[in-house]
């Protein structure tokens, strides 16, 4: 029965030194649970990253289009009579100052949650090479289990 039981160890280690059948990671169901929330994490906030940026730039877009309309009404009122003109340069006043709000919220949104975002996604992506380096550093830890064991059978 011990020969039997040698035998079934060195046929199991041999299929496993020989790449038949791969070694199962030893994880416990935190590090998994810990591991698909890491990944799902990152999709998370790279996609918010990315919006966050669009936003930002429609904002600047916005505000540059805004100092655009704003001399172009002044332009067009400077052509008229003196209470139109007035009229107009008010308007084109107004725009040119909603542009640099509008320019300047574009300005913080970039500074205060596009950037910090972009921290994060660096970070989770830190923690995915950790991640990766212990499924390595695993891999290589139950080769050498496995060849010692191959070893000891063979001696």
Request: one cysteine or more; hydrophobic letters at 35%.
């Amino acid at each position: 029965m011990n020969t039997c039981l040698t035998q079934d160890v060195q046929t199991k280690v041999t299929d496993i030194m020989l790449g038949k059948e791969k070694p199962i990671e030893a994880s416990d169901a935190d590090y998994e649970k810990l591991k698909h929330y890491i990944f799902e994490l990152e999709d998370h906030l790279t996609e918010a990253q990315k919006q966050s940026f669009r936003l930002a730039k429609r904002h600047k877009e916005l505000g540059q289009a805004l100092v655009d309309f704003g001399k172009a009404i002044k332009d067009l009122g400077s052509c008229e009579n003196a209470y139109l003109q007035k009229a107009f340069s008010e308007l084109g006043s107004q725009a040119e100052l909603l542009s640099y709000k509008q320019q300047k919220q574009g300005q913080y949104m970039l500074m205060k949650f596009e950037e910090p975002l972009k921290e994060y996604v660096r970070i989770v992506q830190e923690i995915k090479t950790v991640i990766a380096d212990r499924a390595l550093a695993f891999k290589q830890q139950q080769e050498l289990t496995e060849s010692v064991k191959l070893k000891e059978l063979n001696l």
